[in-house]
């Protein structure tokens, strides 16, 4: 499966972004989708992500009620949205596809490029 993420941007502190990550090339009911972001200096680390199906979500606890992901099957799309950001939200963020999913150390296969965003105070 292809991913290609977009969405990024620069805000401000307590502003509100919508990520997009549109697949192709396999059927995307049978991907888990998520998302990690890499911040300067830092390991990536997981954000969110949600099961083939749609009826699991697993978030890092450093965005559980700001954070929401979701998935449109007619689209082919997963979308993440962030509000509430602050400025330790900025990094790079990149989204991620596998056949199977866990709600913890989740390895997927599949990456796209990332997308930027930077959050100021």
């Known amino acids: 499966v292809q991913l290609q993420a977009s969405g990024g941007g620069l805000v401000q502190a307590g502003a509100s972004l919508r990520l997009s990550c549109a697949a192709s090339g396999r059927t995307f009911s049978n991907y888990a989708i998520g998302w990690f972001r890499q911040a300067p200096g830092k390991e990536r680390e997981f954000v969110a992500s949600?099961?083939?199906?749609?009826?699991?979500?697993y978030y890092a606890d450093s965005v559980k009620g700001r954070f929401t992901i979701s998935r449109d099957y007619a689209k082919n799309t997963v979308y993440l949205q962030m509000n509430s950001l602050v400025p330790e939200d900025t990094a790079v963020y990149y989204c991620?596809?596998?056949?199977?999913?866990?709600?913890?150390?989740?390895?997927?296969?599949?990456w796209g490029q990332g997308t930027q965003v930077t959050v100021s105070s």
């Open positions: 991620a596809g596998e056949t199977s999913l866990t709600d913890s150390g989740w390895t997927p296969r599949y």
């Open positions: 949600i099961s083939w199906g749609g009826s699991m979500t």
